[in-house]
């Protein structure tokens, strides 16, 4: 090669380096403290620790790891907590984290109260969380903020697909039992008024405390109530043992019958399938749907040793969007990377294609589930037949409906 080019050549390769070098140095120059920072917050020891808790907390450190931070000139660190259902220690553990640890990025939280806790402390300090399993519609309606961002699901999503479905089938009158606290509150309320829109009618509702154990009364007064169905507004711990209460009784099989306005895939898996068997819900993602879920569902196994939940694999791809934001950003900026997460779709095996509406919620699918029989399952985790897709236009309410000041402000302009 003649000398001329071999110099021409090394000085082109040498200003690539410098320029690759830059490019690094540029970014992290940009991100505040040097480091991004991840908050992973939520029950790591009560009623939601297992379709939440410390899997979520694998499923973000393997977000990290799969972005693989050191390729972008970035360092990237996961801190956890938990927040034991309490919304004051949600509320200064997500303080601190902001004001003194320099955490950019709040992530899955799971329970609806502590989530309105720090929706006002996320909008008061302009930072980025991530919600998985919170359901109260509060957190996109009434109360919704540009920074809190709803990845999984919300009592509408996951109560207007059965109660469309069955009402028209003869389950018209429905009886609900629900946790005493946000979510189970907000999850009867929007089925009331669905069930209403449907041609069906309410016949009552009960609340228990969220540290119940004994949920003979409220079965009862289920029982005496006279409705086709019984409508479960609990989750985790909570929904296992009333659905293990409700066999007890001798319920299963009765005229009554169950349903499940939040089943995760964890409650499937500790009720059983001799008691969860024929149990419809609906879910916004499951491991088995193909080979990128299932190639997911054992990596994480082998960390876990539990197939993902729905709300895990949710913080994966939340975590996983929100680094790609910033470094195609070049920065931690909550605003700049916000801009991006809502310009960009998402990719990846748990919502590909779905993008960020003006409520803040990520716009995906859904599926309407029914718990297999024992005969059915081919193994521990086997649980659910997919029944079928619901889209979008049948999963969410119209922006019209939408109460989030968000929407309002944009339509006023």
Known sequence: MPGKLKTHLRALIGGLLITTAGASVAVGAEISGGVVRIGVVNDQTGFLSDPTGKGSVIATQMAVEDFKPEAHGLKVEVVSADHQNKPDVGATIVRKWIDVDGVDLI??????????????????????????AVATTEVTGRQCVPTGLSWLHDAYNLVAGPIRGLVPKGQKTWFFIGADYAFGRNMVSVSQTLLAAAGGKSLGEVFHPSAETDYTSYLLQAQASGADTIGFA??????????????????????????????????????????????????????????????????????????????QASMYSAVGHYLKGVAATGTDDTDKVLAWMRANPVEDFYA?????????????????????????????????????TIKPKDAYPSLAESECPLVKTAAAR
């Not at 718990?371 to 029944?387: F, M, R």
Request: proline content about 4%; cysteine-free.
């Open 234 to 311: 609990s989750t985790g711990s909570q929904l296992v043992t009333e659905m293990k209460q409700w066999t007890e009784f001798g319920m299963t099989g009765g005229p009554q019958k169950p349903v499940a306005g939040l089943l995760f895939l964890t409650d499937t898996h500790s009720m059983g399938l001799s008691i969860a068997a024929g149990l419809r819900a609906v879910t916004a993602w499951y491991w088995d749907l193909n080979d990128e879920t299932r190639a997911f569902a054992q990596r994480f196994y082998k960390l876990h040793g539990a197939i993902p939940s729905e709300a």
């Open 107 to 132: 992530a899955d939280v799971g329970n609806s109260v502590v989530a309105l806790a720090i929706q006002s402390i996320i909008r008061e300090k302009n930072r980025i969380a991530v919600y998985s």
């Open 352 to 388: 590909p294609g779905a993008t960020l509406r003006g409520d803040s919620r990520l716009v995906h699918d859904f599926y309407l589930v029914e718990v297999k029989t024992p005969a059915e399952s081919k193994g521990p985790w086997d649980v659910y037949k997919v029944l079928s």
